[in-house]
């Protein structure tokens, strides 16, 4: 009897481990299907096309790996700020920086010449206690809609010509959109290569020995190199006598240059975080390895006390906050988060 008993006992618990396994094995396939409807619904809403089954195959495993990557940061520990899955989540991270970070951090102390040594708000004292020249702010303020370079590592003259749109406006009291296209066709120094990286300091001299840049609706972006248009560069609509760096490594002095206009700046903007950053105070785990330009547009404090730059990108208003993204300000490292201290500068008229 108990010799039948414990043969009962055995095969229950081989139905139970067998029941365990079939539902795992259900789970998986059920997540398996929900994953490849949810990319078939994300290519339909992004308009993405692959060339074969091969490279969808291929895609779909990225995908899926950087939805779960997202699912688990937004699950966990609260950080103070969120991922979600955008244009971008059929890109590795590799291929996404190879794409959209093109600033030269390792050419600065090199190929740069004539620096300006001046820095006119070194005696700024009294400045906004909060500050939105971007979100919410189009129709007041010296910041032209979010702009989408596309898959050209161009980001250096983008940033140029955000804080050169803005001087201009504050000047003229006239908000235009300037060419970005001019500069990657037109500016063939050495050290700027279009849509294979540039410095932003290089774009502003490239401008004033071009006595200027026309506008975008003239000479419109087309997100890849091309051969200069000297005809339609030949009619500026705004102009810059120079640009000023901001004293390095001083948040302090970048505040103080803020406070008057948009600034252009060099940040870190690598790793899965800042690819799908979607909302919150970035306070994401960076270095100081410049690669990417972007314009700092603003500043502020949420509730909580925490302090934010905020940040005009130029990957499109489907990225981030609207196109812009909010960066812990005033941190203990004299660099600040991403470097954002370190390489600031903006044009002078």
């Not at 990319?39 to 790996?65: C, P, T």
């Not at 050419?107 to 700024?124: D, G, L, Q």
């Not at 009294?126 to 979010?146: D, F, H, M, W």
């Not at 970048?254 to 252009?264: G, M």
């Given at each position: ?49 692959y060339k074969d089954v091969k490279e969808k ?137 279009g849509c294979y990286g540039g410095l932003i ?149």
């Amino acid at each position: 009897m108990a010799s039948t008993n414990h043969f009962q006992c055995m095969f229950l618990a081989l139905l139970f481990v067998l029941g365990v396994f079939s539902s795992q094995a259900s789970s998986r396939l059920f997540n398996e299907q929900t994953m490849l409807e949810r990319h078939e619904q994300w290519m339909a809403h992004h308009g993405r096309v692959y060339k074969d089954v091969k490279e969808k195959d291929i895609r779909f495993q990225i995908f899926k790996e950087n939805v779960e990557r997202i699912n688990a940061f937004n699950e966990g520990v609260d950080r103070g700020y969120k991922l979600s899955v955008n244009q971008f989540a059929d890109q590795t991270n590799e291929e996404f920086r190879a794409s959209r970070n093109g600033y030269k951090r390792q050419s600065i102390e090199v190929m740069s010449v004539s620096k300006p040594t001046t820095f006119r708000y070194a005696n700024v004292t009294v400045v906004p206690k909060v500050l939105n020249r971007g979100i919410g702010y189009l129709k007041k303020g010296a910041v032209t809609p979010v702009k989408d370079q596309g898959q050209c590592g161009c980001c250096w003259a983008f940033s140029a010509v955000a804080s050169m749109e803005g001087i201009n406006q504050l000047k003229t009291g006239k908000l235009v959109s300037l060419s970005e296209q001019e500069i990657v066709d037109c500016d063939v120094k050495a050290v700027d290569q279009g849509c294979y990286g540039g410095l932003i300091d290089s774009a502003f001299q490239f401008i004033k020995q071009n006595k200027g840049l026309t506008t975008e609706a003239n000479y419109p972006y087309v997100g890849q190199d091309g051969t200069c248009n000297s005809k339609k560069a030949a009619t500026p609509a705004a102009k810059i006598t120079g640009y000023e760096d901001v004293p390095s490594n001083k948040e302090k002095a970048l505040l103080q240059a803020v406070a008057n206009h948009p600034v252009s700046v060099a940040i870190e903007a690598s790793g899965y975080n800042f690819q799908f950053y979607s909302s919150g105070i970035f306070t994401g785990t960076c270095g100081t390895n410049l690669d990417h330009g972007v314009t700092a547009v603003g500043y502020g404090a949420i509730a909580n006390g925490t302090k934010y730059w905020l940040i005009k990108n130029s990957w499109g208003s489907g990225w981030g906050e609207n196109g812009y993204i909010r960066m812990k300000k005033d941190i203990a490292a004299k660099e600040g988060l991403c470097g954002i201290a370190m390489k600031a500068s903006y044009p002078i008229v």
